[in-house]
């Protein structure tokens, strides 16, 4: 491995974040929010001061092309640097009591988890409000992603850094260049986030609440600036553009550059959007009906009984609930957590379902699924005519066995760390529906879970060990397992 330009990088992507600082530092200055001033400023200096440090030791050389090894280390570094400076201003301002909670609340953040430790975030000074809600923003698209759109100028190309971050089995290039494909992609998103600030905005939000809800919806992060979510505006024209670019943004953003290319019997044609538009149309009819005909448990509401028998308002839930748990956005509307048994699991189901590859959204990705169960169809026809030969097809075209290969063994690698994370919250006293959503929710990169940390709770609560836990749950998640756990064996690190 080439250390050298390992670490050029990172100090590169440092300087970028003391500069990244200086927005939610405007934020600060113009609400007049003193108490957070100096936490903003601290955090410029420490990180110009490490990048400084690092690229005055690490001249500047030729362009060079980064392989798999450095590749899976600058991704990984620079999450890790990213998360740990970035939960400064929570810590150093006393937002979060500890510096546990600040990595956790800036791990859920940067992972676009959603996920909180702040039990009333109503109270909170806007610059931290928006520093949260930004890096839903940033880490939704990737860090790293634009990153590599200055790569060239920083005498660098990193075709490997773009794939060992952007989520799913495959990666296509939209541009010849891949620093041209990471700008289309980031003009793709912000096209989004303008279009869906003006949105919000009409809808009756007020101008930072729109742009702070923008942030957490486009990014499928989730961190409002309410503490009901949504739900605090009760308002169905919201409810409907947020689920709306909720499912967009989970949806892979290739599409749209195809749509851009006027290509839309391709759009129309693609497996997994059609899986993943299905998979959200059939649950969301199924649980409105179950709302509508079901008495939720442990209800003690009786208004809360009233709306569930009027059926337009179970589709009402039932529609943005899906949709925001599948995209892996954690908006809530509604306390899901007291809906019928067979709802709860549907919707833990669809947390690990999740979004669709090259997309915003967690989970293991729709196409992953799609693959698994056609795979799986095959394998029980090989049964009854064991000389067939037949081929698992993703849009009309074959799917190498290797990938089918890789699918297979990450989807048992992702139950495995699912399990045994699970069995290590358990070991500390909670309770097995907390354990399990819990984890469940961190590695979809989704929110909200079930019981303690159920969509009207938090996880504050959540003993220091367990934050800990869970905050490598949302990073495994995010950087989909490999590029995370490879920077630990010893065979990434020789030449």
Known sequence: MNISIVLRTVSNL??????????PLGIALFYKNYDTLWAFI???VLSGTLGGVNRFFFKKKNEVEIGNRE???IVTFSWLICIFLGAFPYWYSGICPTYTDAVFETTSGFTTTGSSILTNVEILPESILFW???TNWLGGMGIIVVFVALLPAMGVSGYQLFIAEVSGPTIGKLKPRIAE???ALWIIYLVFTATLILLYFLGGMSFFDA?????ATVSTGGFSTKNTSIAYFDNLYIEIVAAIFMFIC???FSLYYQSFQLNFRKILKNSELRFFAGLNLIVIVFVAILLFSSQPHSLSNEIHNDYYQNFGYSIRRSFFQVVAICTGTGLSTADFDIWPEICRFLLILLMFIGACAGSTGGGIKSVRILILLKSS???VMRVLRPRMVKHVKINGESVPEEIVTEISVFFVVYLGFFGVCSLALMATGLDMVTAFSSVCTCMANCGPGLAKVGPTLNFSEISYFCKWILSFCMLLGRLEIYSFLLIFLPVTWKR
Request: charge should be positive; proline fraction near 0%; glycine fraction near 6%.
């Open 14 to 23: 440092a300087l970028m974040l003391a500069a990244i600082f200086s927005i």
């Open 42 to 44: 601290l955090a410029i």
């Open 71 to 73: 590749g899976i280390a």
């Open 132 to 134: 949260r809600a930004f």
């Open 181 to 183: 494909t990471a700008k």
């Open 211 to 215: 742009i702070c809800h923008s942030f």
């Open 250 to 252: 989970g949806c892979n």
């Open 377 to 379: 169809i095959r394998e």
